[in-house]
């Protein structure tokens, strides 16, 4: 299903501030070398975060879900001068590749990279939250949300990547087991009454959620 029309994706990143080269060298990598390359964030979706970030001026950002690094990135540059960025990897070989990207970049000393399930690494982190990227393997994401949710301050955000699930969660009765546990999140979310949220039909969906 194409969930945006590409000449409104063109001409929306035409008319967005460009991607540093750092982030240009990641798109361009992972475009290109990696199998699963439609995972990237992108220049569109990381400009919107970024400018997210920025508003938000948060202290602690969890991102769950590295990939090769762009998201992270992307998120820290809204960091306050003392904040960190703890992001979470399960994939050893795409946090490394993360890692090279981080050490470069003008963050290295405030994004601090774990390996590992987030749900066993999340509890051991003892911070309170300020802005939540989720952004890993779908049917889990409401064992994330239940996670994290205590651990974000009031008026804090949760980002949640892919609910669209490439217009598969759209279907009453999704087949795939990603596109089932993103239909489930989706519903789990509309239901709670302790959040404000929103969806920007961004890319592939983006949940905008503030903890009341």
Not at 60 to 79: H, N, P, Q, V
Request: glycine share 6%; with cysteine.
């Amino acid at each position: 299903m194409e969930l945006v029309n590409p000449k409104v994706q063109q001409y929306a990143e035409q008319f967005s501030s460009p991607e540093d080269d750092l982030l240009r060298e990641i798109n361009d990598w992972t475009v290109n070398h990696h199998p699963e390359q439609q995972m990237l964030s992108g220049h569109l979706q990381g400009k919107v975060m970024e400018a997210i970030s920025w508003m938000i001026r948060p202290q602690r950002i969890l991102e769950i879900g590295t990939f090769t690094g762009y998201s992270a990135l992307c998120l820290a540059k809204g960091l306050t001068a003392n904040g960190q960025l703890h992001t979470i990897e399960l994939r050893e070989a795409d946090a490394l590749r993360a890692k090279t990207y981080f050490d470069r970049s003008s963050f290295a000393s405030q994004i601090i990279l774990h390996t590992g399930n987030a749900l066993n690494i999340i509890p051991t982190l003892g911070e309170t939250w300020d802005l939540v990227f989720i952004d890993a393997d779908k049917p889990a994401y409401i064992e994330y949300f239940n996670l994290i949710m205590p651990m974000v301050r009031q008026n804090g955000f949760i980002l949640a990547d892919n609910i669209f699930f490439h217009g598969e969660a759209l279907e009453d009765k999704p087949k795939g087991k990603s596109a089932k546990g993103i239909r489930a999140f989706n519903e789990f979310i509309k239901g709670r009454n302790d959040i404000e949220k929103v969806i920007l039909t961004l890319r592939d969906g983006l949940y905008l959620v503030r903890k009341l």
